[in-house]
């Protein structure tokens, strides 16, 4: 059975999405690290990283648990701050 497709995000998934990437942004700039750096951790290319950090693109789950192991951070802390 094929997957339906999917809905475009709406004004508050945006705003979630940017809000994480925000985060994601500033713990890493926190701790002098590059998206270059951040990338490798996570096995993702820099353009990927900059994505998710600006809300382009929303992170898979597992992206995010690799992301915060890299940061040294709880997972919590992307979403809540």
Not at 23 to 34: A, E, K, N, V, W
Not at 55 to 78: E, F, N
């Amino acid at each position: 059975m094929p997957t339906p497709p999917r809905r475009p995000p709406d004004a508050h998934q945006l705003q979630e999405r940017r809000a994480v990437g925000d985060r994601i942004r500033h713990l890493r700039r926190t701790q002098t690290m590059s998206q270059e750096r951040l990338g490798e951790l996570v096995g993702r290319d820099r353009q990927t990283i900059r994505h998710y950090e600006r809300g382009m693109t929303p992170a898979s789950v597992d992206d995010l648990i690799a992301i915060a192991r890299a940061l040294d951070i709880p997972t919590w802390r992307l979403f809540y701050g």
